[in-house]
């Protein structure tokens, strides 16, 4: 990666490039540390870390020198070495990434030196996966996906939202997550209308939905999946809002594949949504990246001008909420294939009833 993004580099004409969000230095050099820098000069790469971290880069990282920093060079002075050294005149750096008071650090290099903002130069090689990406996503849906099964017994009437989080976490980790993926959401009755509705003390009723949205990490990987379960038996309308959603996920998997935006496959899913009558209840994207964040590029949203390639890794989760009432959510994970794409999940996504 280091000559990809050397070559970048010299296209944009930077002679240095400054890189501190931490999954961007993980993806670039192996380190898994906390805490770090990233040095890129045409002449080589260096990864600045502290002594607590001196040794774990020495065994992770390959293609970039470690450079420890103590009281006598930091980043900043390191920097302003290999200004001097290079005759530096442009500076490249991540302009979502960095504070203010980062960026009046940087100013303080050199008076004569011109500062860019990068934009997503990291991320844009991060959005096409290669095997081993795909598989490591793939062992953590796996688990994800057995951690659930393991807890479809526990869901019953009484148990809270926080108790079936708990136990899913819990599973997860003992399957081999290194910790869940994002803030595990499971909302019952009128909270499963909350796209975002986390885990609280609300305990299960009979006759009501809930939503459950997880994901583990493996080897620094997430995965992203949802189920909606029933207690009990539901009524017509709620099986013909499951049944929609449904349609509107499957329907999307089966014409998602390299050459398409990201706008059109959304627009496959939201208009029999909006056929239905229920273009108002689906208010977020289709879907969108996952890999070392579990938001990544590309957004399949109505806004989502990106052209999908072969291997992106992204998930389609369609979903109609009925505020004050319920709400139904189907997320599968899947790979753009060239002409046909591969859905990486194997739990079903029929309606399950408890």
């Known amino acids: 990666m280091l000559k990809e993004l050397q070559n970048r580099m010299e296209k944009e004409n930077v002679e240095l490039l400054i890189i501190n969000k931490l999954v ?45 920093v103590n009281e ?14 290079q005759r530096v005149k442009k500076i490249g750096f991540e302009g979502n990434h960095i504070s203010y008071f980062e ?7 050199d008076s004569d030196i011109e500062l860019v ?27 994800a996906e ?22 899913l976490e819990y599973k997860m980790a003992k399957l081999g997550s290194e910790k869940p993926s994002f803030d595990t959401i499971i909302a019952s009755g009128e909270r499963s209308a909350l796209p ?6 609300k305990r299960i009723k009979k006759g009501e939905f809930i939503v459950f949205d997880f994901g583990a990490i493996y080897e620094g990987y997430c995965s992203d999946i949802t189920r909606t379960v029933f207690v009990g038996t539901p009524n017509e309308e709620e099986l013909l809002i499951y049944d929609i959603v449904l349609k509107a996920q499957k329907e999307a998997e089966e014409i998602i594949k390299e050459g398409l935006e990201g706008s059109f496959v959304d627009g496959v899913s939201r208009d029999i949504i909006q056929e239905n009558g229920f273009g108002n209840y689906f208010g977020h994207g289709l879907g969108h990246g996952v890999g070392l964040e579990i938001h990544e ?8 001008n ?28 899947v790979v753009v294939g060239k002409e046909r794409s591969t859905v990486l999940n194997s739990f079903t996504n029929d309606l399950i009833t408890i």
């Open 117 to 143: 903002p990068t934009e997503n130069w990291v991320e844009e090689f991060r959005v096409v996966k290669n095997s081993d990406e795909i598989s490591k996503i793939k062992k953590a849906l796996e688990i």
């Open 24 to 68: 961007n230095i993980r993806y670039l050099t192996g380190f898994t540390g906390s805490t770090a820098n990233l040095v890129v000069s045409q002449e080589g790469g260096y990864i600045l870390v502290d002594p607590r971290y001196w040794e774990q880069a020495n065994k992770e990282v390959l293609e970039f020198q470690p450079v420890l």
């Open 297 to 304: 590029f590309p957004p399949l949203s109505p806004k989502g």
């Open 146 to 167: 057995k951690a659930f099964e393991e807890i479809l017994e526990f869901i019953r009437p009484e148990v809270s939202e926080k108790d079936l989080a708990i136990e």
């Open 306 to 333: 990106i052209i999908l390639k072969e291997n992106m890794v992204v998930t389609i989760e369609p979903g109609i909420y009925l505020y004050g009432k319920f709400g139904v959510r189907i997320e599968d994970l």
């Open 103 to 109: 960026w009046i650090k940087l100013q303080d290099i």
């Open 72 to 85: 006598d060079l930091n980043f900043y002075s390191f920097c302003k070495e290999l200004v001097k050294k």
């Open 196 to 201: 975002h509705g986390k885990a609280t003390n």
